[in-house]
């Protein structure tokens, strides 16, 4: 059974670009959740999407948005990137109702 | 609200068991994971537990949770090289959907 699948790995982008970055869940997961990685902050929730429908947001600009496909595939944009954006940015998909969240290896976004 | 705090660094040499500590403060918490994160990588699931629960054995793996005291813990036994990576503790709040809170994770050394 295929992992969570995230595209691209590594992306560069300069301050005030837009990036989209791309998650595909395990088979037969629909709920998908957004993590961002920092040195600085840790791990920090983005949201959360069920049945393509966002069902928990965390404290993000609305920068930030996401949505969910009817395949559960899940997509994140960042619109006016800044210097503090760069991180990794992990996606976790489950069966939902608090299973067990399983990670892709993440996109790593430097902003330049 | 929600805060899990861990021990910044850990150093055992192979073969001794490790012990990495949580403690978290919402009591309203769920389901309760340890995640493991090497050099490059997205998060690895190794374990979790329900809060229902006191003690869970999984092989090398074993989490301890003591709700009073809002501790969780994992012990490793037989310590090897390639347990070598950070390890994040998580929890999963009632009424927080899919969020997962996470610690700020413990690096944990190996040595000869």
């Known amino acids: 059974k295929a992992g969570v699948t995230q595209t691209p790995r590594y992306l560069i982008k300069t301050r005030g670009q837009q990036v989209t970055l791309s998650c595909s869940p395990i088979?037969?997961?629909?709920?998908v959740s957004w993590y961002q990685q920092t040195p600085g902050q840790g791990l920090q929730f983005l949201f959360e999407?069920?049945?393509?429908?966002?069902?928990n947001k965390g404290n993000f600009p609305g920068r930030f948005s996401g949505r969910q496909f009817s395949n559960s595939r899940s997509e994140m944009n960042v619109s006016t990137l800044e210097l503090g954006d760069s991180a990794l940015y992990l996606c976790a998909s489950s069966i939902g109702g608090g299973q067990p969240q399983h990670f892709g290896d993440g996109t790593r976004l430097s902003i330049l | 609200g929600e805060d899990v705090e861990q021990s910044l660094f850990l150093s055992v040499r192979e073969g001794d068991s490790s012990v990495i500590n949580c403690t978290y403060t919402?009591?309203?918490?769920?389901?309760l994971y340890w995640y493991k994160q090497e050099p490059g990588a997205g998060l690895q699931l190794l374990t979790y537990i329900f809060s229902n629960m006191d003690m869970k054995q999984d092989q090398r793996l074993t989490v301890l949770l003591n709700k009073k005291d809002k501790h969780l813990s994992l012990r490793i036994a037989d310590t090897q090289t390639g347990d070598s990576a950070i390890y994040f503790c998580a929890e999963i709040v009632t009424g927080g959907g899919n969020k997962l809170t996470f610690g700020t994770g413990t690096q944990l050394k190996v040595e000869l």
């Open positions: 999407y069920f049945s393509e429908t966002q069902r």
């Open positions: 919402d009591s309203s918490s769920t389901y």
């Open positions: 088979s037969g997961h629909r709920s």
